[in-house]
């Protein structure tokens, strides 16, 4: 039983450990590593809460910890990612340092860490988030920045990354993900207390269109998944009020 409480924690810290070295990779710019690890460590964190569930071996410590491992892995990497994004549409080095103004719009990009933060630290407080959440979860902000960045540097997507090889948009979504992060928007968690259609119709839903707009779409399927997640947690909303 000792063991077992333990098991929690050593997800989260694998989770925390992924993070570390998808961030050494987004130094490298070496795009597909950082996905790897970012969602190796997405993967952590959704069985660290999930073994301490069926466990029962829930405790403040892990909530916290849990919390710290999400700001690098789905706060901190995400961010910078932004900001070499935002570099490389201004076409200057994030790792040259200078006064010019354009260096300091592209460490614009960290707002999405501040925001990451805020948003951990408000959900370890708030009652309401125990089985949905408020606001886009740092995980799903996470891979929404890096399937951009995925995109971006992909000749295979030559069009898409033209557009949004632009400042003014990047410095958008990046204001966009740090609304999203933190707005009073009810979105559904993926934990199923049964597996019935009607109780769990939209997670269904969700869950087959994001199998199938990736096996044609691959990776840039995930802005598109984001998106569909946020519109089916307001029908899902919408329907809990009518009902």
Known sequence: MKLTKHIPNILTLLNLSSGLIALLYVFKQNWFWVAFFVSLGIFFDFFDGLVARTFKVSSPLGLQLDSLADMVTSGVVPAFVMSFLLAHSLNISLLEPSGNVKYYWALSGLIIAL???????????????????????TPANALFIISLALIFFNEDYQAISRFLNNPYLLSLLTILSAYLLNAEIPLFSLKFKD????NNQSKYILIFSSILLISFLSYAAIPLIILLYIILSLNFKANEITH
């Open 115 to 137: 925001a990451s933060a805020y948003r951990l630290a408000k959900f370890n407080i708030d009652s309401r988030q125990s089985t949905s959440f408020i606001g886009l979860p």
């Open 195 to 198: 597996f019935s259609w009607q």
